[in-house]
Structures are given as C-alpha cells and as structure tokens.
C-alpha cells in the first residue's frame, strides 16, 4: 500500500543575526491512512518546524528549505506555489495548534469560520455550508450547535473554542490533520477530552493525525506511532509499544523517566540535565552526546546511523552498532 505522506531527508534552515540555524536535520518519516503519529521531543527540537512545513507555514525568508522532499498524492509539496498550497491547505491537510485564540478570527462568528472553507474548496452554498457547520460542532461536542454556531470566539470556553477549531479543520475531510500541542494549554481533564475527541473524529472520519507534543504521556492513548526528534533530527521511531515497552535510545529513556506515574506513587521525576545543542553550530555526531550518559568517543564525531531493531523501529545510536569501538577519530573512514 503506497504511503499517504512521505517525508524524505528534510531540512530547514533559517538565517538569523547569528548565522543560519539548522532547525531540522535531514528528517525522514511517512504516514499511512488513518493512523496517528506522534512527533515528540522537547522545545527546540525541530517538531514544530516539520509540522509547520507540512502546510507550507514556515515563513519563507527568514527559513529555507536545505534539502529533501515531502511527499503527499505523488506530488512534491516542496515544490508547489504558494497559490497551489492554498488549493491544499485547509482542504487535504489541516491543522490546528495550542492556542486556539490565536488562529480563531475574534471578529467573526465560529459557523462563519467553519463555512469560509466549505465555501471555498468545496463550492458549498451558504445555506448548505450553515447547515454543515452544524453536524461538525455536533461532531465535535458543542452542546447547542443551532445557536452556538452564531457565537463568537469570547463567547466560547477554552476547551470549546479547542473543539471548534478541530471542527474547522475537519470541515472539509482533510486526509491529514496536524495538531502541534493540541492540548498544552488546556487543564488535565480537557486535555483528555480533546484527545479522546481526536480519537472519536479519527474513527468517523478516517483522517490521519500527525501529533506534535512534548508530552509523552499524551501519546501514550493517542498514537500509533512515535518519532523521537532530538536537536533537529529523530533519533528514534517505533510503534506505541516498542517507544514505551522497548526504547532503545538514550533519550527516549530521559523522556520516559520524566514521565508522571499514573499510580501517582511519589517518585522523583528525572528530568534530563542539560540543555539542547545549538543549531546554529550543531555537533557533528550525535546530537544527545553533550547529555547523554552513555556517550562514547565516537558519538562526539561521527551521527549514529539508523538501527533497523524491527519493521517498525528504528535507533539512531552508537550503543546499536558493533562498529562503535573501532571508529575514533574524526577522520576515521567511515562507510
Ligand atoms: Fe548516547 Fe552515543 Fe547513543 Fe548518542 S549515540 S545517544 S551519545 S550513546
Ligand atoms: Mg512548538
């Protein structure tokens, strides 16, 4: 079956004041239908960044595409127009992001906001668009849909206004739906309602979600499968079980151990010291080497390739790799 998107080798750059800054790597991950894959890692790490070049979102300067591809419906996305992307935006991909205030227009009743994309991928009459903002506030679970769908944004809660722009994204059908930490804004019983949400419209509507956190424990219920990213690049997939049950990389460790327990005895929570590398002058080995507490002569120098562990899981880290002892120096050759 071919996959729905396929990212390829991706990388990002922006140029700053300070030089240009390598905000993604060389990223290379796919999604098939229907399934949800989380992007997880702390700020800084690129996940937003590849969410946001999905839609074209990245502002384009200061960023550049450095590299790669991203594939979706056989067409390269990379290369498309801004006026080609605004055929695709809201219509094949959407998404939503952690603070709906931001994206919602506060001048405009929700209903509209929900038909302005009806109306303009799909030809809906006013009427007709009306009557499907409606269903997807109901599908969302507004309680009063005929007269909430008149609201405004202010007029909303904060978990509400969260549902109606899931509602607006999903409007028309999209294949894909990114959702860049959906719930980090929201207190813990809202965040389990919106993903249980996400998970319910996944259900009915087939969409597939790319699911950006830095929470691992909100991957946990909500994912298929995870990609670890670290200092621009994902240093480990896997499904669910093999990210919780059987990660291989050290960071994957740091992010578990940093987890809360749901038994809620009251072990300390290990965050991992240290700060991430600076992608203005990213290290040339692995990127978790300056924190990583296994880290040997070779990690400094030389990035880790990928350890195929499974068909679905993959390392990037020298503790994989038998080769690690024998390549020392920087100059050694590597193949
Ligand atoms: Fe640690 Fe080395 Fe593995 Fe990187 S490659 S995670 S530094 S052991
Ligand atoms: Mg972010």
């Not at 931001?102 to 929700?110: E, G, H, R």
């Amino acid at each position: 079956m071919s996959k729905l998107l396929e990212v390829k080798d991706l990388s990002i750059a922006f140029d700053t004041y300070g030089g240009e800054v390598q905000a993604v790597r060389g990223v290379t991950f796919d999604l098939d239908e229907k399934e949800t894959l989380a992007i997880v890692g702390e700020s800084g790490s690129g996940k937003s960044v590849t969410a946001q070049s999905l839609m074209r979102l990245v502002p384009m300067p200061p960023g550049k595409f450095a590299g790669g591809s991203i594939v979706f419906n056989e067409e390269d996305l990379v290369e498309k127009s801004d006026k080609q992307m605004e055929g695709i935006r809201g219509k094949d991909i959407s998404m939503i992001f952690q603070d709906p205030m931001t994206s919602l227009n506060p001048t405009m009743p929700i209903g509209k906001q929900i038909s302005e994309g009806l109306i303009k991928h799909q030809n809906m009459s006013k009427k007709a668009a009306h009557n499907r903002g409606i269903e997807l506030l109901k599908l969302v679970g507004i309680p009063n849909p005929e007269r909430r769908i008149d609201q405004y944004p202010h007029e909303y809660s904060g978990g509400m206004r969260q549902r109606a722009m899931i509602a607006i994204a999903l409007a028309c059908n999209p294949k894909i739906l990114i959702a860049d930490e959906p719930t980090t804004a929201l207190d813990v019983t809202i965040q389990a309602q919106i993903l249980d949400l996400m998970r319910d419209v996944q259900e009915e509507t087939g969409t597939a979600i790319i699911l950006i956190t830095h929470d691992l424990g909100v991957v946990a219920n909500a994912a298929n499968r995870v990609a670890v990213m670290y200092g621009g690049k994902i240093v480990e997939t896997g499904n669910v079980n093999e990210i919780f049950y059987n990660p291989k990389h050290p960071y994957t460790w740091g992010l578990l151990s940093s987890m809360p327990k749901i038994d809620g005895d009251d072990e300390e929570l290990l965050a991992i010291p240290g700060s991430p590398p600076d992608l203005a002058d990213p290290p040339k080995g692995c990127p978790f080497a300056a924190r990583c507490p296994y880290a040997m002569k070779v990690c400094e120098n030389h990035m880790p390739e990928y350890t195929h562990l499974s068909e679905t899981q993959q390392t990037a880290c020298w503790l994989l790799d038998e080769r690690a002892p024998d390549v020392e120096a920087p100059e050694s050759a590597m193949v």
